[in-house]
């Protein structure tokens, strides 16, 4: 078989595995917003950072800091689910003003002063020492502690995040029966299914740029038409389902294995994926390079 035969085999799986990661992207986005999973990560991890060291109430800290108008009200529900490092800060200096007499920059030293010993007064005063009376370099410094903190909180829904579409992946494929091994095996012994495939992939890569950045260009449903209309095999019959042979069995659950990794790994790494393939000029074989820059425009 012919280098380029081999690249379309690629190219099919990988998008099959692209259209399934931007259904599990649109489908766990939808929970997350119906669950305020992001939201509650993010209240979370904003009381650890304003840990005071109080025993609770409304005279915390971080009841102050969170319940501010600010920030209460980007979101109805009360749980927002991404908040900006100056809105952040805006409602921080709020919260440890004393409201009293001198500059906005001596009236938060004393409202840091009179938290309790913590994590967080430790910071805010290394800050405030550093920012020596500059109450805008104050503001970066502690904006950019925020913005650390809720990198490392993105980490943690990330990580999440890829459990969950793991998950999503491994039922999926084992419900519609989408098996890795059984479509690599399809694909490399039918000439017409790679190079309708091939031309799917690219057709889709060159009208959905927007992939790459982790924003999924086309809605569910589309997407789901999309899946429908791949040349793999997909789904039961009744001569799969009555098989006796555990061989075969084994067989399938490692396709479908393969199957959930590679959905938990995302639509943006398989469309960076293709789009490198299909960039891999191959005289005489293999699909066309796609320009980066005429899919932009796209």
Excluded at 57 to 84: C, D, M, N, W
Excluded at 141 to 150: G, L
Excluded at 212 to 227: V, Y
Aim: include cysteine.
């Amino acid at each position: 078989m012919s280098l380029g035969n081999v690249l379309n085999v690629a190219i099919g799986l990988f998008f099959t595995y692209l259209v399934l990661s931007l259904i599990g992207t649109a489908v766990h986005e939808a929970a997350a917003s119906l669950s305020l999973s992001r939201g509650r990560l993010l209240k979370s991890g904003l009381r650890t950072l304003l840990n005071d060291g109080a025993t609770g109430g409304v005279a915390a800290l971080f009841e102050k800091v969170f319940g501010h108008g600010l920030i209460q009200g980007l979101s109805k529900t009360r749980l927002p689910s991404y908040l900006p490092s100056r809105t952040f800060s805006l409602a921080l200096f709020d919260a440890l003003s004393d409201k009293g007499e001198g500059t906005l920059f001596s009236q938060i030293e004393r409202g840091v002063v009179q938290l309790s010993p913590c994590y967080a007064k430790e910071s805010l005063t290394t800050f405030l020492i550093a920012a020596g009376g500059d109450v805008d370099a104050f503001r970066t410094r502690v904006e950019t502690w925020f913005d650390d903190s809720m990198d490392r909180l993105s980490g943690v829904y990330k990580r999440w995040a890829q459990l969950i579409h793991f998950l999503f992946g491994f039922m999926v494929a084992i419900a519609f029966n989408v098996d890795s091994m059984n479509i690599t095996s399809v694909l490399w012994h039918s000439a017409d299914r790679r190079e309708v495939i091939a031309a799917q992939a690219q057709s889709f890569v060159a009208s959905h740029a927007a992939v790459a950045n982790g924003t999924p260009a086309p809605n569910l449903s589309d997407t789901i038409s999309q899946l429908q209309g791949l040349p793999v095999p997909l789904g039961w019959t009744p001569e799969l389902l009555r098989r006796s042979d555990p061989s075969a069995w084994a067989f399938s659950l490692a396709g479908w294995l393969v199957t959930g990794f590679a959905i938990s790994l995302g639509a943006p790494f398989w469309f960076d994926l293709l789009q490198n393939l299909m960039n891999i000029n191959v005289r005489g074989a293999g699909p066309k390079p796609v320009s980066t820059s005429s899919s932009q425009t796209s």
